[in-house]
C-alpha cells in the first residue's frame, strides 16, 4: 500500500466497516514503516491490510476484502501472505483484536489458527453505545 492507494482504501473502508479507519489512520500507519499491504486482481483491489511489528511481536491493526469478493478464499489466502511476511520479519507470535459482533472475521481468525487469549471491555465504540474486543493470538 502506498498513499496513491488511500483513496480506494478509503472507500473500502467506509463500505465495511461501521466504524472506519481514517485517511489519518492510514497515512501515520504509512509514515511509522507499518507494514501495508494491497491485495490485487485484474488491477483492481480485492483486500488491504495494516500490520506493526515490534522485535519479534507482530499485530494485525487492518484486514479488509472488499465486500462482493468475500467469500471465496481471498481473506484466508490473504492472511497466510500476513503472517509469513510477519514470520520473514522475524516475528515469532501475531495478535489481533476484533469486535465480539464480527463473526465472519472471528471464524477466519480460528481458520488460521488464532485462539481467544482475553477480552477488552467495551473497547470499540458501537452504534448503541461501546462493545467488547476479542484478543487473539497465534505462534508463527
Do not use: C
Not at 501515520?28 to 511481536?57: C, K, N, R
Not at 484486514?63 to 471465496?72: C, G, N, P, T, Y
Not at 489481533?96 to 467495551?122: H, T
Request: charged share 25%.
Amino acid at each position: 500500500m502506498t498513499t496513491a492507494d488511500l483513496d480506494d482504501v478509503l472507500i473500502a473502508e467506509a463500505e465495511l466497516h461501521p466504524f472506519p479507519w481514517t485517511r489519518g489512520n492510514f497515512a501515520d500507519s504509512l509514515a511509522a514503516g507499518h507494514g501495508a499491504f494491497v491485495a490485487q486482481e485484474d488491477d483492481a483491489m480485492v483486500a488491504y491490510a495494516v500490520t506493526s511489528q515490534v522485535m519479534d511481536e507482530a499485530h494485525l491493526l487492518n484486514i479488509s476484502v472488499i465486500a462482493d469478493r468475500q467469500r471465496a478464499g481471498r481473506g484466508r489466502r490473504f492472511m497466510q501472505h500476513l503472517l509469513a511476511a510477519a514470520k520473514a520479519q522475524g516475528g515469532r507470535r501475531m495478535f489481533l483484536e476484533v469486535r465480539s459482533s464480527n463473526q465472519p472475521a472471528y471464524r477466519l481468525y480460528q481458520r488460521s489458527g488464532f485462539i481467544e487469549i482475553g477480552r477488552r471491555k467495551a473497547y470499540y465504540p458501537a452504534h448503541q453505545g461501546r462493545e467488547d474486543a476479542i484478543v487473539m493470538a497465534r505462534d508463527l
